[in-house]
């Protein structure tokens, strides 16, 4: 059972605090019909995608690091435990997804599905939003690229197979053990291998997010998973290294990690701030996802030298834009999270 614990939302005057054992959480949907456009445009010069579609907000699977968390507080809500229990489903997120390509089609090179929730979250099993809207990029032509941690991606085989796509399974960890602390409530790293597998027998594109990379954690396992990847059929492959933006995101993935890992937070920390000059986060663009020191380079060499040697596909067949980093031709950053 999890217990509320949000962080205060620094859009909200008054915060309150529970003394003693606060409640219990429950999941609670939000229905939603969206007035305003479902695609979201990026204007981050680091981030390698410009159009992004998310049918959902909010997201169970939980994941102590994500990113998206701070978005929830555009909400109202907290990034902590109502990011995660908290969800709003964009009902018409397809009807809408046409009408706006219907007018934009020309100006959207690719569509991303993934920024603010995961689009193959329980939820999607039947609500079929992220379904029915890949049906509409496909209608459109439009090439897609999908970030996520669940099998129920193998449900939408007969549509992804006929589209311009790639799917990549963000997979940071290789066994259950490692990723529980993080990724509470995500299928297990080999039930996303299982699924990345069926994807590729499908003929689908597929590739590895390794991401995040928690330094002094997860670094050494880059060498293994790029391995099991290609051995599940990836073709592609990105990383980067754990971004916490907010001051919101930075407390909550603190706190779960003294919870979770207390022989280990010392040391991922301290690792951490070593790579953003003494903090645990970098605002500027071009660093915000990479690192500094000689350890995160020994991680890039790593990660290139493997890539290489796997045979993972080089950047000029990326069917979605991705962002090049200056120190390594090879090292994505499709998102900045996730
Ligand atoms: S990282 Fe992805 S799967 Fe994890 S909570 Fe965030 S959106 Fe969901």
Known sequence: MRHINNPPNPYHKYSAEFLGEPPPTKLEIFEETATRKIITK????????DFSVNCYRGC??????????????????????????????????P??????????????DSLNFSFTTDPYLPLE??????????????????????????????????????ADVTVYFSIPFLTVEQSKPFEPFAPTPEA????????AENKIS????????????????????????????????????????????????????????????????????????GKLNSSDFGNRMTGKTEQWQLAVKLFNLHYRRLGFEQEKSEPVKITEQ?????????????
């Open 192 to 199: 996303r291998f299982r699924a990345m597998k069926i994807l």
């Open 326 to 338: 200056k120190q390594t031709p090879i090292q994505r950053s499709l998102f900045d999270f996730s």
């Open 95 to 108: 009807e809408l997804l046409r009408e706006e390509l219907k007018r934009a089609r020309r100006t959207i």
């Open 125 to 162: 099993a039947s609500y079929e939003l992220t379904r029915n809207c890949l049906k509409v990029c496909r209608e459109f032509k439009i090439p897609v690229g999908i970030v996520t941690k669940s099998p129920l991606v193998v449900r939408d085989i007969d549509v992804l197979r006929d």
């Open 206 to 277: 597929v590739g590895i997010a390794v991401a995040p990379i928690i330094p002094a954690y997860n670094d050494a396992q880059i060498p293994a998973l790029l391995e099991k990847a290609k051995n599940h059929g990836a073709t592609k492959a990105f990383m980067s290294l754990l971004r916490l933006p907010t001051e919101s995101l930075r407390a909550y993935f603190t706190e779960r990690l003294a919870e979770r890992l207390p022989t280990k937070i010392d040391k991922i920390l301290n690792a951490l701030k070593r790579e953003r000059d």
């Open 42 to 49: 990026n204007n981050s010069p680091d981030v390698g995608f």
């Open 60 to 93: 169970i699977h939980a994941c102590t690091y994500c990113f998206a968390r701070p978005y929830h507080e555009f909400l109202g809500y907290g990034a902590g435990t109502d990011f995660e229990t908290k969800i709003v489903v964009k009902t018409n997120a």
